[in-house]
């Protein structure tokens, strides 16, 4: 039997062999062998594969780093970031590779401004880490609407994880998502006692916040009129429509009639 099993193993290597039968008794193995002259390839396909295009394969950690013409200099020729407009003509395909471009282009950046800071060296065109994240934002959001709008189509529902307004410790109101937990909010005492809004340094706290988000609107309102107004000024024949849409806060036709846009010019009413 090891006699047998020898002389196949070195049929086996000298030449490509192919079963015909194969009859296992108790007492006796037969079997038969037809050799090929020719190789026959058992493995080839039947339909001629498509051509698969990727980057250049690279073993080593060049793609971490930035070309080699740029290191040194003091500026870099990029250009803008990707507009949502722009993403939302593409196929799911197209936004599937630029966002692994996007995101070897932000480990490169991150590499480098590392590697600047190391050197004690000028990173050259830091904003183009935020013209890579910009764009990463675009796409996803270009994702979730088209996700959003199968959804909605398909079961009715957005799809997304359902979130509430509720309020911290201190009253401070924010937008929180559910997530699985193994105990009900009811039956979790710690959670319970967590949330609880008591005390006068509270209450006091939430009416200073109110204070301060009502004075920086009117800040904000204070500014914006001011500039609506030193334009007027300066420029009475201006498109009253452009600014109107430009500047929703304020009235024009008021902001006309007041002082601080007045000039010396025909133009004035009142």
Not at 109 to 121: D, G, K, N
Not at 142 to 166: I, M, W
Request: with cysteine.
């Amino acid at each position: 039997m090891s006699a047998l099993l020898k002389g196949l193993s070195s049929v086996l290597a000298t030449n490509l062999i192919k079963f015909e039968s194969l009859f296992i008794s108790n007492r006796t193995l037969q079997f038969s062998v037809k050799s090929v002259s020719a190789p026959k390839n058992y493995f080839r396909l039947g339909q001629p594969a498509f051509s698969f295009h990727s980057s250049v394969s690279r073993r080593g950690l060049e793609e971490f780093f930035d070309d080699k013409k740029n290191w040194g200099e003091l500026e870099v020729k990029v250009g803008r970031s990707w507009r949502v407009d722009e993403l939302r003509i593409k196929s799911n395909e197209d936004l599937h590779k630029l966002w692994y471009v996007l995101l070897k282009e932000k480990n490169m950046l991150l590499t480098m401004e590392h590697a600047s800071q190391e050197e004690c060296r000028l990173f050259p065109n830091p904003e183009r880490i935020d013209k890579v994240e910009e764009s990463m934002n675009n796409l996803e959001r270009v994702v979730r609407e088209r996700n959003r709008a199968y959804f909605l189509l398909e079961t009715g529902e957005t799809g997304e994880r359902p979130c509430s307004r509720v309020t911290d410790p201190l009253g401070r109101s924010y937008t929180m998502q559910y997530t699985e937990h193994f105990v009900p909010i009811y039956m979790n005492r710690r959670a319970s006692k967590k949330h609880v809004h008591r005390g006068a340094a509270v209450v006091r706290f939430r009416r200073q916040m109110k204070e301060k988000a009502f004075l920086e609107k009117k800040r904000y309102y204070n500014r914006v009129r001011n500039h609506v107004c030193q334009l007027l000024r300066r420029f009475p024949e201006l498109d009253e429509e452009a600014i109107q849409q430009q500047y929703p806060e304020v009235n024009l036709t008021r902001l006309r009639r007041m002082k601080y846009s007045r000039g010396h010019h025909l133009y004035n009413e009142g």
